[in-house]
Structures are given as C-alpha cells and as structure tokens.
C-alpha cells in the first residue's frame, strides 16, 4: 500500500528536526557578568580620563605643584608609605596599611555601637509616642551638629586616648540609625500589625516579630549611611593623637605642606570605603532577599 500524495515524508534523527528542546538563552548568571564587565570597562575608562586630565592640568602648571601634585607624586606616597626604605618604615614608624587598619578599627567600633544603641533608640522613637516627643529632637540635635563642635569637649572629658575618638564616631553615627529606624517602623503597614494583634501577639511580639523585619530594609539602609558618616567623621577623630590612624596621617601630613600625601590619605579612605560598602550591601542583599537588587 503506498502513502497518500500529500503525507509528509518520514523524517530521520539528523534531517533537520530537532531531537530535543532548542538552545537555552543565557542564564541569569552570565547576563550579570556581561553586565559587570561593561560597567568594569565603563569605570575604568572614566578613572583613564580622570587621570589624563589631572596630570594635563598638572602639565599646565594651572596651580603650583605644592597644591596640585601629579598622579605620579601621589603614586609615590603610597609605595613610600607601603613598605621601608632608605630606613625609614612607612609614615610615623607605620605602614599605610597599618595606619588604615587603626583607622577601620575605629570606625568599625563606634560603628557598632551606634547600631547597638541607635536600633532600640529608634524603635522606641517610632512606637511610643511620648518618647518621641522627648527623645526625637535630642537625636536631631545631634545629627546637625559637625563633629569638630564637640570634639574638644570629649578631649576635655575623656583625655586623648581612644575614649574621645570612639566616643565622637558613635555620635556621629548613631542619629542616622536611630532616625532610619524610627522611620521605617513607623510605615510598617498596619494590616501586618493588625493581623499579628488578631493572632493574640502582644507588644513585645508585635516590635519584635512584625515591626522589627519589616523595618530591617530602611534599617539597614540607615546602617549603610551611618557608616559613611562614622568614614567622613574619622579624619577628625585623628586630629588628637591620632597616629597611628589615616586621619591623624593626613593632619601631619597637612602641617608640612606634604599635599601628595594628604592625597594618598585620602584616597586610600574612598577606596577602602567603597569595599566596606559593597560589603554592606552584600549583607543587605543577604539580610533582606525580598527587596531586590540595587
């Protein structure tokens, strides 16, 4: 019996039909790396130019090299301040990475305990109305007020060990927290409040188990800009017996006119502050799943 005119032919594995499903697009994982590597080339071809144009303004000589060093010079101060030579070890007996390391450990330490105090502060602020009332403006004040203004009442207070430095970073970090997560748990939609409150949760469980994560997003947000103001606070910490410490480096450093230094100094505080942020960020992402990607 033959087939039909019109019956398709019978096909073979190889013929042209697919034997399975077609190749799948890009994972998720290789779309973030392609996206990484163009924002990497992006970045560092702005860093290019950055560089190109301080060292054609340096060429110039728009300003005097005693104000406006070259990449070149400030490149120097950090091998000179990264190892020993000539005898002569680092800046002040210390190496960069040592004067860094003080540094990191200051604003790590006050940085934490503004978390340990300025959570439960905020928690209070946003769910008791009269501790609001009395608390809220002293957090206020405190956030509005420059570091250097009450600097020298800690050195009075404390003397110049570390007490006045740690003392200052948590001043100086804790209002952000504290205000971030009064904020936060005072828009806690009241559905969540109601539905635990229907459930038989008092008001332990209810600050605990519903306000508390809830608010952790904005929280830890506040966490992230508290340490950025415990970075922008530290240099003058360091202005009292700051060395070893980068702040109390760049402030010697400033006293000899030594800008490229001061430079260096600097530098090395953005660039180790952009690795501690990311780290946050990191634990953010961790911490809290749900809020997606920034």
Do not use: C
Not at 170 to 178: C, H, K, N, Q, T
Not at 212 to 238: C, D, F, K, M
Not at 256 to 273: D, K, P, R
């Amino acid at each position: 019996m033959t087939a039909p005119a019109n019956a398709p032919a019978p096909t073979r594995p190889g013929d042209g039909v697919p034997d399975g499903p077609g190749p799948a697009p890009g994972s998720p994982r290789r779309e973030r790396l392609r996206r990484a590597l163009r924002w990497g080339i992006l970045r560092a071809v702005a860093l290019a130019v950055l560089l190109a144009a301080w060292q054609a303004v340096v060429a110039a000589e728009v300003w005097p090299r005693v104000l406006v060093p070259s990449p070149g010079e400030v490149w120097r101060q950090f091998v000179l301040t990264s190892g020993v030579h000539d005898g002569v070890r680092g800046y002040g007996g210390h190496l960069l990475v040592e004067h860094l390391g003080v540094s990191l450990g200051r604003i790590g330490t006050g940085s934490a305990y503004a978390v340990l105090v300025g959570v439960p502060l905020g928690l209070l602020i946003g769910t008791i109305r009269p501790l609001a009332v009395v608390l809220e403006p002293a957090v206020t004040f405190l956030r509005t007020l420059p570091p250097l203004a009450y600097l020298s009442l800690l050195v009075i207070w404390f003397g110049i060990d570390e007490a006045p430095k740690i003392w200052l970073l948590v001043i100086a970090a804790l209002p952000p927290i504290a205000a971030a997560t009064a904020a936060a748990v005072r828009t806690v939609p009241e559905q969540l409040v109601e539905a635990a409150r229907a459930l038989g949760s008092g008001p332990v469980a209810l600050l605990l188990s519903v306000r508390l994560p809830a608010a952790l997003p904005e929280i830890l947000t506040g966490i992230r800009i508290a340490v950025g103001v415990a970075y922008t606070s530290v240099v003058a910490a360091e202005t009292v017996n700051g060395v070893p410490g980068i702040g109390g480096m760049i402030r010697d450093a400033q006293r000899y006119n030594q800008t490229a230094l001061v430079i260096a100094g600097i530098l090395a505080i953005g660039l180790s502050g952009i690795v501690l942020d990311a780290l946050l960020r990191l634990v953010e992402r961790s911490a809290v799943p749900w809020r997606g990607r920034t």
